[in-house]
């Protein structure tokens, strides 16, 4: 029986936090030097040094529970695919599916709808750990949260800009919803590490989060004139440990420089 | 699901995004001081995007965006006529007393 001095967070799941946030900076980072406008450009690498950042405070926490073999370099850089827990929908590449071999430009409307889909969710799970009996997470919480209601602002601005945009604009967005939205079903079927972290107590509760999150995307597609996409289907299953065939080639780069020179120091 | 193709009109207004003045109030008390500017879509737009352009480290407490076309200025050439006559006139200047200590920002 633990007090709510010494209540921590279990290692997995704050593996599963650190690994969700740290595949989607690297995913946002792809547009760095690349975005649609200069400004928007700035506006995308500032989201994922956000996550970058919040990454880092995560896996320092994780380390000092892993042992002292672990440090936040270790693991980022020495996992491969299999021992990652992020969701399946931050490390879907920035379009939707195509053949095999085919080749496609990054998509805004996709980056977007899913920036807006995801940090709908963090926001409500930040503000759950905001209130954690462990300290450390809870501080960690407490910095998330303000990043991750700005990211949310920012893409819901774009979902309803581009939304009741042009002809274009608007069949992109649908497009990007109705191929991301199934990915979300992922949210709310707890992986044995958010099982673990319930039952421990630290303040993660996934019931309470969908409602909120639901009327959330209810308003901004209705003030987005989109049309509600069902969440069916295949239910992906990333914070569990099975991936889709993208995570292996983010990774590959990500990781390409640590594993080439194991000592280098910058 | 069948996406439009990108035509040039389709792209036209993103390049055409009309341009913005940004002033930054760095602190409390302080005057809000023109930075830059930026092109954006609309006020708010413009107001978000000035917050990731020049705040990003953590320059600011309060934004203003004002249209560029909204900004009359004045023409380089009337500058002789415009600001040569103060040139001499030092008087204007209140450096003949001292500040008290109290007086805080001036």
């Not at chain 1, 199934?182 to 949210?187: D, I, L, W």
């Not at chain 2, 076309?69 to 415009?82: G, L, Q, R, V, W």
């Given at each position: 029986?633990?007090t709510?001095?010494?209540?921590?967070?279990?290692?997995a799941?704050?593996?599963?936090?650190a690994?969700?946030?740290?595949?989607?900076?690297?995913?946002?980072?792809?547009w760095?030097?690349?975005g649609?406008a200069?400004?928007e450009?700035?506006a995308?690498?500032n989201n994922?040094?956000?996550?970058?950042g919040?990454a880092r405070?995560?896996?320092s926490?994780a380390a000092?529970?892993a042992?002292?073999q672990?440090?936040?370099?270790s693991?980022?850089y020495w996992r491969?695919p299999?021992?990652?827990?992020?969701?399946?929908l931050?490390?879907?590449?920035?379009h939707?599916?195509m053949?095999?071999s085919?080749?496609?430009?990054r998509d805004?409307?996709?980056?977007?709808?899913r920036n807006?889909?995801f940090?709908?969710?963090?926001?409500?799970?930040?503000?759950?750990?905001?209130?954690?009996?462990?300290?450390?997470?809870?501080?960690?919480?407490a910095?998330?949260?303000?990043?991750t209601?700005y990211h949310l602002?920012h893409?819901?601005?774009?979902?309803?800009?581009?939304?009741?945009?042009?002809?274009t604009?608007?069949?992109?967005?649908q497009?990007?919803?109705?191929?991301?939205m199934?990915?979300?079903?992922?949210?709310w079927?707890?992986?044995?590490?958010?099982?673990?972290?319930?039952d421990?107590?630290?303040?993660?509760?996934?019931?309470?989060l969908?409602?909120?999150w639901?009327?959330q995307?209810d308003?901004?597609?209705?003030?987005?004139?989109?049309k509600?996409?069902?969440?069916?289907?295949?239910?992906?299953?990333?914070k569990?440990?099975?991936?889709s065939?993208?995570?292996?080639y983010?990774?590959?780069?990500?990781?390409?420089?640590?594993?080439?020179?194991?000592?280098?120091?910058? | 699901?069948?996406?439009?193709?990108q035509?040039?009109?389709?792209?036209?207004p993103?390049?055409e995004?009309?341009l913005?003045?940004?002033?930054?109030?760095?602190?409390?008390?302080?005057?809000?001081?023109h930075?830059?500017s930026?092109?954006a879509s609309?006020?708010?737009?413009?107001?978000?995007?000035?917050?990731?352009?020049?705040?990003r480290?953590?320059e600011?407490?309060?934004?203003?965006?004002?249209?560029?076309?909204?900004?009359?200025?004045?023409?380089?050439?009337?500058?002789?006529?415009?600001?040569?006559?103060?040139?001499?006139k030092?008087y204007?200047?209140?450096?003949?007393?001292a500040i008290?200590?109290?007086?805080?920002h001036?």
């Open positions: 029986m633990s709510a001095a010494n209540t921590l967070a279990p290692l799941y704050v593996l599963q936090l690994d969700t946030t740290l595949v989607l900076g690297q995913r946002n980072a792809e760095c030097g690349h649609p200069l400004e450009d700035i995308l690498a994922s040094l956000d996550l970058i919040q405070l995560l896996y926490l000092r529970q042992g002292p672990a440090s936040e370099d693991l980022a491969g299999e021992a990652f827990r992020n969701y399946t931050v490390e879907l590449p920035h939707g599916p053949a095999p085919a080749r496609q430009d805004f409307a996709t980056t977007m709808v807006f889909l940090s709908n969710l963090m926001v409500g799970v930040w503000a759950q750990l905001e209130h954690s009996p462990d300290q450390q997470l809870a501080a960690i919480a910095k998330a949260i303000k990043e209601r602002r893409a819901h601005d774009w979902v309803v800009r581009m939304g009741d945009g042009t002809d604009s608007h069949a992109r967005a497009a990007a919803l109705d191929h991301l199934p990915y979300t079903q992922e949210f079927r707890p992986s044995a590490a958010e099982q673990s972290a319930m421990a107590g630290i303040g993660l509760d996934l019931d309470t969908q409602a909120p639901q009327q995307v308003a901004t597609l209705a003030q987005a004139q989109l509600a996409s069902p969440s069916s289907g295949f239910v992906s299953g990333g569990n440990g099975i991936h065939e993208h995570l292996s983010l990774l590959g780069d990500m990781q390409s420089l640590a594993r080439a020179h194991p000592q280098a120091v910058w | 699901m069948s996406i439009p193709p035509t040039p009109e389709a792209l036209k993103l390049s995004w009309p913005w003045e940004v002033f930054v109030r760095s602190k409390q008390g302080l005057e809000h001081k930075c830059g930026l092109h609309d006020a708010d737009h413009a107001l978000r995007l000035a917050r990731d352009v020049y705040t480290r953590q600011g407490v309060s934004i203003w965006v004002v249209p560029s076309s909204a900004i009359t200025a004045s023409e380089p050439n009337d500058k002789a006529e415009f600001f040569d006559p103060s040139g001499d030092i204007r200047h209140p450096t003949f007393y008290p200590d109290d007086v805080g001036m």
